[in-house]
T-cell receptor, first 113, second 117 residues
Framework: DTGVSQDPRHKITKRGQNVTFRCDPI?????LYWYRQTLGQGPEFLTY????????KSRLLSDRFSAERPKGSFSTLEIQRTEQGDSAMYLC???????????FGPGTRLTVT | AQSVTQLDSHVSVSEGTPVLLRCNYS??????LFWYVQHPNKGLQLLLK??????LVKGINGFEAEFKKSETSFHLTKPSAHMSDAAEYFC???????????????FGTGTRLTIIP
């Protein structure tokens, strides 16, 4: 257990539905990262926050995706109008910047049917 | 831009024999390099990290890696494999100097390590 938690661990949804995932980072960590991992691949960067500010979004993050980190604590990642291509493991990581290692949560596995 | 190439998608070794997982990186500035391990249905766990200190880095569970700037390599080794080492291993680079302070991790495609009893 790294101290980073994610909820839910598994989500099955029908195409077109909206889903929201939550990440609770290690409390003293100022940065929070979201990654997506598809089958047989390494995780890919989606977006990150420094405290409550979202500083960068990957081109992988389409307009259907939105992320928030209110008050610089937990973060949510919402996917609107899900598509089958959204099926993946969504990973959250937190870090006490700078130059420290990122601690990963267990991930949320999304299956879109 | 930062990138990582893991040269073997699958490595099989016998229990008790040495392990070598190969990784080459590309980065513009002064990268940090990591190896993470992912066991089935488990989260990513940090094995070791290099952040511009000693070039030979020791990690958990007997693993170590050597940073070779001239060869742009960061290979992972272990003298004697154990059954519990069977997992997916990812070589990872982070270069905030090249990414406006963003410490995002760029992962390789992974190497699946199989241990033969």
């Amino acid at each position: 257990d790294t101290g980073v938690s994610q909820d839910p661990r598994h989500k099955i949804t029908k195409r077109g539905q909206n889903v929201t995932f939550r990440c609770d980072p290690i409390s003293e960590h100022n940065r929070l990262y979201w990654y997506r991992q598809t089958l047989g691949q390494g995780p890919e960067f989606l977006t990150y926050f420094q405290n409550e500010a979202q500083l960068e979004k990957s081109r992988l993050l389409s307009d259907r995706f939105s992320a928030e980190r209110p008050k610089g604590s937990f973060s949510t990642l919402e996917i609107q109008r899900t598509e089958q291509g959204d099926s993946a493991m969504y990973l959250c990581a937190s870090i006490k910047s700078p130059r420290s290692e990122q601690y990963f949560g267990p991930g949320t596995r999304l299956t879109v049917t | 831009a930062q990138s990582v190439t893991q040269l073997d998608s699958h490595v099989s070794v016998s229990e008790g024999t040495p392990v070598l997982l190969r990784c080459n990186y590309s980065s513009s500035y002064s990268p940090s390099l990591f190896w993470y391990v992912q066991h089935p249905n488990k989260g990513l766990q940090l094995l070791l990290k290099y952040t511009s200190a000693a070039t030979l880095v020791k990690g958990i569970n007997g693993f170590e890696a050597e940073f070779k700037k001239s060869e742009t390599s960061f290979h992972l080794t272990k003298p004697s494999a154990h059954m519990s080492d069977a997992a997916e291993y990812f070589c990872v680079v982070s270069d905030p100097g090249a990414n406006f302070g963003n410490e995002k991790l760029t992962f390789g495609t992974g190497t699946r390590l199989t241990i033969i009893p």
